[in-house]
């Protein structure tokens, strides 16, 4: 879709602004580039569209150089999104939305019916905004109308220059969930420029972190905060991130691997016995191939030893439990509702791999948080 | 010789010249007309071209602005050689003086246009023209217009200087009125053009507010 050959750019007085970059993004991949202010993300965005030229080596889209296109032609097909959003102040924003589209010569009834499609996609109901000037709008209004442009003619790729960062936290979070919701939606290729970690984490399917010009790492975001490749990018994401992002922590980093488990048919009181000997408050209750079938607490066991036979007749069918894809955050949510504090995760065929408890989630958020602190 | 009072000498004369009045004002409408118009072509025209090519900046602000420092009379008199005596050396000095307060409000105007704005009109595509025409001349407008209607009141008062030159207009009665001593035929020249700059001036604002793109009001 998207690539990069050994692209550089090298401005007249010798500063060397982007080295040699190399990367290819897939169709509807949504690439995150960030790094510290000078490391050339930007430049690198906008050689895309060719608002700064490249002076070496190839960029090429869906296999085709973009200098082999009109410049302005060129941009016409990209959607471009930036920092100070840009609208023309003397257009309405029915016409700011329109620029595009007249440019290409698109007939005014068309343009009319995108023009509300549109607005309607980036939640401003066209009947009040339409005909409205971009100063009556606040900031986080005046970008959706940045967005609502950048889509207007249907372009493939849309580039996006820090779009979120003069807004207000509260609606810069509203809006990157809408802009992942419109990316899932509208399977556009996204290139995304910003400085924050914690936008690029929530808004990237890879992320690519730049210093001096160069690309140190192009990875998806779980890579990153598992394997930096570079110091750089260590000491960049910050470890602390794992606390603040659960989400990206796989659940089978935080399970304990040893668990007790009992078929079905085992008696209440060898159950008992085999709870207190291995400390345990609960025992997950397997069939013969691994498979999870439940819980048995230790309370329910004392509380019923004399009506039993099996521990199946009181045991916790296997409603409560995670799949070994899925994430802390998935855990710290069930958490929540699991009766006895733990919940079994189990591979794709139910067998049991690993148990998450309370305690095995605390200890693996604290010994995060003593990293990060000795790390200071 | 009577002793009459300023305003009776203005009655008097006023009757007895009314028709010349008259003539003065349209002599003196088209001295201001034709130079305002050559001005604005071309103070517009530079004042784009600076903001294309830097380098002639400095060269063009400062040339206008040595022209606006020589004396309008010496100015008139420096363009006898080469447009000999009358109007077209009148139009020509007049055109010159009224040139730099169009070409800083145009190149001032542009300059000032956000440049979020024209980075977003490129990026999304449009060619140089086309921001020009679309984007920086709409948003520039009311600061041409400032200059303009600047320009235009210098203009008529300094039209009246044109008398000097043979150019005829309303300065031909304040100069007749000096000479032989008569306050009121001043006054029968003065009074025309400070209506005509009071005109000028309200006209072009009215021309500036109609002029200021809606989003911008």
């Known amino acids: ?376 | 010789m009577k002793n009459l009072t300023i305003w009776e000498q203005l009655v008097e004369q006023s009757q007895m010249r009314w028709k010349e009045v008259l003539e003065a004002t349209s002599v003196h409408i088209q001295l201001v007309f034709f130079s305002m118009l050559i001005a604005i072509v071309l103070g517009i025209s530079l004042g784009i071209l600076i903001t294309r090519v830097p380098k002639l900046t400095t060269l063009v602000l400062g040339g206008a602005g040595v022209m606006q420092t020589i004396p309008s009379l010496a100015l008139l008199g420096f363009m006898i050689p080469i447009f000999g005596i009358g109007v077209k050396t009148a139009i020509a000095a007049l055109f010159l003086y009224s040139l730099l307060p169009i070409i800083r409000n145009t190149y001032a105007g542009i300059k000032d246009v956000d440049k979020a704005t024209t980075e977003a009109a490129k990026g999304m595509g449009m060619t140089s023209m086309q921001i020009l025409f679309k984007v920086e001349l709409p948003l520039a407008i009311p600061v041409i217009m400032a200059g303009i209607r600047t320009a235009a009141v210098i203009n008529v008062g300094t039209a009246t200087l044109a008398a000097f030159i043979g150019a005829g207009g309303l300065g031909d009665f304040i100069f007749l009125g000096i000479t032989r001593g008569i306050d009121g035929l001043i006054l029968l020249g003065a009074i025309p053009a400070a209506l005509l700059a009071i005109i000028l001036e309200t006209f072009f604002s009215a021309v500036e507010r109609w002029t200021t793109p809606e989003g911008l009001k």
């Open chain 1, 1 to 376: 879709m998207l690539k990069f050959e050994n692209v550089s750019k090298v401005y007249g007085d010798g500063f060397q602004a982007v080295k040699s970059v190399n990367f290819e993004i897939q169709k509807g991949e949504f690439l995150v580039l960030i790094g510290p202010s000078g490391s050339g993300k930007t430049t690198t965005m906008k050689m895309i569209n060719r608002m700064e030229p490249h002076t070496s080596g190839t960029i090429s889209i869906d296999g085709k150089d973009n200098n082999s296109y009109n410049a302005s032609e060129l941009r016409r097909s990209i959607g471009y999104v930036i920092q100070q959003i840009g609208l023309f102040p003397h257009y309405t924003i029915e016409k700011n939305i329109a620029i595009v589209p007249q440019l290409k010569g698109w007939n005014s009834k068309r343009i009319k019916a995108r023009v509300n499609e549109l607005l309607d996609l980036v939640g401003l109901d066209p009947k009040i905004y339409a005909t409205r000037y971009p100063k009556e709008l606040s900031g986080g209004q005046q970008q959706r109308v940045g967005i609502a442009r950048a889509l207007a003619s249907n372009p493939d790729i849309i580039l996006m220059d820090e779009p979120f960062s003069a807004l207000d936290p509260i609606t810069r979070d509203q809006l990157q969930g809408e802009l992942i919701s419109l990316h899932k939606k509208l399977n556009k290729t996204i290139v995304f420029v910003t400085h924050d970690m914690d936008e690029a984490l929530k808004m990237g399917d890879r992320i690519a972190i730049m210093k001096d010009g160069k690309l140190l790492q192009l990875d998806t975001p779980e890579k990153l905060l598992h394997e930096p490749a570079h110091g750089f990018v260590e000491e960049f994401i910050g470890k602390h991130r794992i606390i603040q992002n659960p989400e990206l922590m796989p659940v089978t980093d935080i399970m304990s691997e040893t668990v007790v488990t009992s078929l079905p048919q085992r008696s209440p009181e060898k159950a008992l016995t085999l709870i207190r000997q291995r400390k345990i408050t609960s025992l997950i209750v397997v069939d013969d191939e691994n498979k999870l079938l439940g819980i048995v607490s230790a309370y329910d066991l004392i509380k019923k030893l004399d009506d039993i036979q099996t521990i199946d007749e009181i045991m916790l069918s296997d409603e409560l439990f995670l799949l070994n894809s899925a994430t802390a955050k998935d855990a710290i949510i069930m958490m929540d509702e699991s009766p006895y504090g733990m919940i079994p995760v189990v591979d794709a065929q139910k067998k049991i791999v690993g148990l998450v408890t309370r305690g095995s989630l605390l200890s693996a958020m604290s010994s995060q948080w003593t990293e990060t602190e000795e790390g200071k």
